[in-house]
Each structure stands twice: as structure tokens, then as C-alpha cells.
């Protein structure tokens, strides 16, 4: 079983900044990590996704947000910048590792206007 633990959600003002970072539990490499959200009323959203170095991102965060590997094992972050009121949301940590599908718990993302 792998474990997904997120932190960095919390509340900024428009046109803020905020990183989110998940670090997942596993001897494993997993070679897929991304990060989805879910706002109130809506269905869960990709937001970016990172596979051996290649990013995508949602049209909605394009040149706004940045999501990256970290130096340790296992380690993804996402670099939110001019953050809208619209970007709220909860945010998870997803990973795909042989075939299953790992979420984090979720952090929340508030952006006030």
C-alpha cells in the first residue's frame, strides 16, 4: 500500500502564491505523480501531471502554476503563482504505481479575492 501525505494547502489573497508538496511511502520509483482538484459542486479536475520529466498541465493553470520532482525519492511539488479565487479548491496528490492509482488525503486551497 502506498501512502500519499500533502502539505501547503492554506488561504492567500489574489494574485498570491502558494507550494503544495506530497511525498509518497514506497520503495518503489514511481515514474507518474500529479496533482487533481475538486471544488465545491464540480468533479475532480487534473491540474498537472509529471511522467520521467515531462509535464502537462490543465489550460486553466498554463503559465501559473509549475509542478516538479524533488530531489528525494518519490517527492512531487506544485508551484501555484497568481493564484485566482477560481483556483479553490481541494487539492490531491495522485500517483500511478504497476498498474493501481494512489490519492492523497487532500489539502485545501483558498484563495480570497
Known amino acids: 500500500q502506498v501512502q500519499l501525505v500533502e502539505s501547503g494547502g492554506g488561504l492567500v489573497q489574489a494574485g498570491g502564491s502558494l507550494r503544495l508538496s506530497c511525498t509518497a511511502s514506497t520503495v518503489f520509483t514511481i515514474n507518474t505523480m500529479g496533482w487533481y482538484r475538486q471544488a465545491p459542486g464540480k468533479e475532480r479536475e487534473l491540474v498537472a501531471v509529471i511522467t520521467i520529466g515531462i509535464a502537462d498541465y490543465a489550460d486553466s493553470v498554463k503559465d501559473r502554476f509549475t509542478i516538479s520532482r524533488g530531489n528525494a525519492k518519490n517527492t512531487v511539488y506544485l508551484q501555484m503563482n497568481s493564484l485566482k479565487p477560481d483556483d479553490t479548491a481541494v487539492y490531491y496528490c495522485?500517483?500511478?504505481?504497476?498498474?493501481?492509482?494512489?490519492w492523497g488525503q487532500g489539502t485545501q486551497v483558498t484563495v480570497s479575492s
Open positions: 495522485h500517483a500511478a504505481l504497476r498498474g493501481s492509482f494512489y
